[in-house]
Nanobody
Framework: QVQLVESGGGLVQPGGSLRLSCAAS????????MRWYRQAPGKEREMVAG????????NYADSVEGRFTISRDNTKNTVYLQMNSLKPEDTAVYFC?????????WGQGTQVTVSS
């Protein structure tokens, strides 16, 4: 069955770094664009970063541009989100999403907490 499993979340101090991973299985990963979303308590889910099937193009929310980097390894069926210079406002549950035409799959999320 289709699975997207996020990992790498945790508690980090402001200014610190984390790398999230999202391991995919059950579908042809290399045919899907991948996106990272986040949802903070009481807020709507928002897109953080996206990457095309080959990794040739990426895009970012203004709030994370220059601090976060999305990448993928199609040989490992995994997408990553490198998060640097973390701020308290980055605290949220982070989700990965696979998209191909009308096919959409979500992971279960991983908690990121930025606090001193």
């Amino acid at each position: 069955q289709v699975q997207l499993v996020e990992s790498g979340g945790g508690l980090v101090q402001p200014g610190g770094s984390l790398r999230l991973s999202c391991a995919a299985s059950g579908f042809t990963f290399s045919s899907y664009a991948m996106r990272w979303y986040r949802q903070a308590p009481g807020k709507e889910r928002e897109m953080v970063a996206g990457i095309t099937t080959t990794g040739g193009n990426t895009n970012y929310a203004d709030s994370v541009e220059g601090r976060f980097t999305i990448s993928r390894d199609n040989t490992k069926n995994t997408v990553y989100l490198q998060m640097n210079s973390l701020k308290p406002e980055d605290t949220a549950v982070y989700f990965c999403k696979a998209v191909r035409t009308s096919y959409v799959y979500w992971g279960q999320g991983t908690q990121v907490t930025v606090s001193s």
